[in-house]
């Protein structure tokens, strides 16, 4: 089941920064918390992922707070092909399933 | 690399019949594939997870008998859903896991739009 809370939406202007946070307040000490993102009728797209840092790739940059009950995903400058519903997820390293929650869908407006 | 293929993107069928999903790992072995079903405007929901060479594992509330998942290859699962009805019709998405790594190891096939008329 999922365990995260994320705002059913959000709009951001293009080339702003989009900030999409997520609660996850009962997080294990040994989950991860993962961002995957899907655009209209297709699979849904890896992000990023962290445990306990703040992480940054070329995509996006999670930070994720020191007591790890919530983080937020940030893509520093929105583009209209970000346009997507975002979901949070917590998982084990280790654990198999992934399993989605009801996400955040971004809307980025010209 | 990592790439997922799934197949047909989408298909139309008339109810009662069964329709077959492929869905391919193209440049790697997958042991595990996952199955999930998404409603219009509904997030994803895990079905089943499909193992090599073992029945699949079904979550709870999903049809075994009418969801058929076929795992006998590494690099080939396929749902098949059988008698398949107006509220069937959805976006089926495959997943699979690759490799040792746990983190970037999941990677999503583009989904299959299931009609049933």
């Known amino acids: 089941d999922a365990k995260t809370t994320q705002p059913p939406s959000m709009d951001c202007a293009e080339g702003r920064a989009a900030n999409l946070p997520c609660n996850h307040s009962t997080i294990s000490g040994n989950e991860y918390v993962y961002w995957y993102r899907q655009i209209h009728s297709q699979g849904p797209q890896y992000i990023i992922h962290?445990?306990?840092n703040n992480e940054t790739n070329e995509m996006a940059s999670l930070i994720i707070t020191e007591d790890r009950k919530s983080s937020t995903l940030i893509l520093p400058h929105a583009t209209l092909r970000d346009t997507a519903v975002y979901y949070c997820i917590v998982r084990v390293a280790t654990g198999n399933q992934f399993y989605f929650g009801t996400g955040t869908s971004l809307t980025v407006i010209p | 690399g990592a790439v997922v293929s799934q197949h047909p993107s989408w298909v139309i069928c008339k109810s009662g019949t069964s329709v077959k999903i492929e869905c391919r790992s193209l440049d790697f072995q997958a042991t595990t594939m996952f199955w999930y079903r998404q409603f219009p405007k509904q997030s994803l929901m895990l079905m089943a997870t499909?193992?090599?060479?073992?029945?699949?594992?079904?979550e709870q509330g999903v049809e075994k008998d009418k969801f058929l998942i076929n795992h006998a290859s590494l690099t080939l699962s396929t749902l098949t859903v059988t008698s398949a009805h107006p509220e069937d019709s959805s976006f089926y998405i495959c997943s699979a896991r690759f490799g040792r790594t746990v983190h970037y190891g999941y990677t999503f096939g583009s989904g299959t739009r299931l009609t049933v008329v």
């Open positions: 499909s193992n090599e060479g073992s029945k699949a594992t079904y």
């Open positions: 962290g445990l306990k």
